[in-house]
T-cell receptor
Framework: SAVISQKPSRDICQRGTSLTIQCQVD?????MFWYRQQPGQSLTLIAT?????????ESGFVIDKFPISRPNLTFSTLTVSNMSPEDSSIYLC????????????FGQGTRLTVV | EDKVVQSPLSLVVHEGDTVTLNCSYE??????LLWYKQEKKAPTFLFML????IEKKSGRLSSILDKKELFSILNITATQTGDSAIYLC?????????FGAGTTVTVRA
């Protein structure tokens, strides 16, 4: 299993500012994902963050808006840049263990409100 | 493009009823199908399914996978108000974990 510490738990930010969300994993894992969950909706994959390479972004998400760092196999950050009220969401990081049959583990989530 | 489709999107039942949630998928390089329950922020893991026809059970919840027809069902028997939540189906392949839209279950006393 993997335990993920995600920070901050929640924040209220002014429009036009940026927020960096951190996820620390208690073990080394290759696959890490960042999701957004807008109110009343399911989890939408923003990007896959692989250590040592550029993150792979899903359609509709760009690096300038959501820069991601993955400096090692236990840590990653997601920045939400130049925020607008439409960015108000829950942001979640997730990892999948490197063995074949393993579930996905989630951080506690960050509830972001942009005012 | 990978697809995960859940149905119904929502349902309302009374305590004691049985609910069946559906998840169909189209993904390349399938590894596993996962069910989660979400009440607050982080989803809570329920089941991981990798093989067809083998039912997984946990208390009143059970799930099964059909890899030929590319779907899974999640059953909840004798529902309780504490079962009210969003139930998420996700499919993992070699490089991505994709979620369906979720099914919102409301159990009325």
């Amino acid at each position: 299993s993997a335990v993920i510490s995600q920070k901050p738990s929640r924040d209220i930010c002014q429009r036009g500012t940026s927020l960096t969300i951190q996820c620390q994993v208690d073990s080394q894992v290759t696959m890490m994902f960042w999701y957004r969950q807008q109110p009343g909706q399911s989890l939408t994959l923003i990007a896959t963050a692989n250590q040592g390479s550029e993150a792979t972004y899903e359609s509709g998400f760009v690096i300038d808006k959501f820069p991601i760092s993955r400096p090692n196999l236990t840590f990653s950050t997601l920045t939400v840049s130049n925020m607008s009220p439409e960015d108000s969401s829950i942001y979640l990081c997730s990892v999948v263990g490197d063995s074949k049959n393993t579930e996905a583990f989630f951080g506690q989530g960050t509830r972001l409100t942009v005012v | 493009e990978d697809k995960v489709v859940q149905s119904p999107l929502s349902l309302v039942v009374h305590e004691g009823d049985t609910v069946t949630l559906n998840c169909s998928y189209e993904v390349t390089n399938f590894r596993s199908l996962l069910w989660y329950k979400q009440e607050k922020k982080a989803p809570t893991f329920l089941f991981m399914l990798t093989s067809s026809g083998i039912e997984k059970k946990s208390g009143r919840l059970s799930s099964i996978l059909d890899k030929k027809e590319l779907f899974s069902i999640l059953n909840i028997t004798a529902t309780q108000t504490g079962d009210s939540a969003i139930y998420l189906c996700a499919v993992l392949n070699d490089y991505k974990l994709s979620f369906g839209a979720g099914t919102t279950v409301t159990v009325r006393a």
